[in-house]
């Protein structure tokens, strides 16, 4: 069992393949928890703000994906909606979704470990509109997620929500 504690985190000090490792982690213990597999960290100069787990399940919101909830914290935390100059590091390419909240809030990029194309159909049933709206979002926020360097192993979340 993969545990990793957010609140461990806040106030690290991690570069991108250590943040985007961590946000594998995170993913994966919410997987073998039987949780979706998701999670993210907002990063700014370096020093994790705040991070975030997959909750749609546990509390029946459809918005609590795992980059909003480490957005919301993260702005918590800071006691301002402003998150400019951040990054959000994500364990899987975000959905339109975490694309906008983090525009919303100032993030300029978000940097994700596993493509969307990783992500079972017993996740996104749907993957085509998916990327139709993933694509939409990019048109109007070009620039605003890409694919960043872990040597994490990407796919164990989804390995791991499968069994």
Not at 34 to 54: E, I, Y
Not at 59 to 79: I, N, T
Not at 116 to 134: C, F, R, S
Request: charged share 20%.
């Amino acid at each position: 069992m993969t545990t990793v504690d957010i609140n461990s985190l806040i106030g690290a000090r991690l570069d991108e393949d250590a943040a985007l490792a961590r946000t594998v982690d995170l993913a994966l213990a919410r997987a073998e928890a039987g949780s979706l597999p998701f999670a993210a960290l907002v990063v700014r100069d370096g020093v994790v703000l705040g991070g975030g787990v997959n909750t749609v399940l546990d509390d029946h919101d459809p918005s609590g994906h795992g980059e909003v909830v480490a957005v919301r914290d993260a702005a918590r935390r800071l006691g301002t909606a402003d998150l400019a100059g951040a990054v959000v590091y994500s364990s899987c390419e975000p959905c339109a979704i975490c694309r906008l909240v983090a525009a919303a809030a100032g993030v300029g990029e978000i940097v994700y470990a596993a493509g969307k194309e990783l992500v079972p159909a017993a996740v996104d049933a749907d993957p085509v509109t998916t990327g139709q709206l993933i694509d939409a979002v990019t048109a109007v926020l070009p620039g605003i997620a890409r694919a960043g360097r872990t040597g994490a192993d990407v796919a164990a979340p989804f390995r791991g929500y499968a069994r």
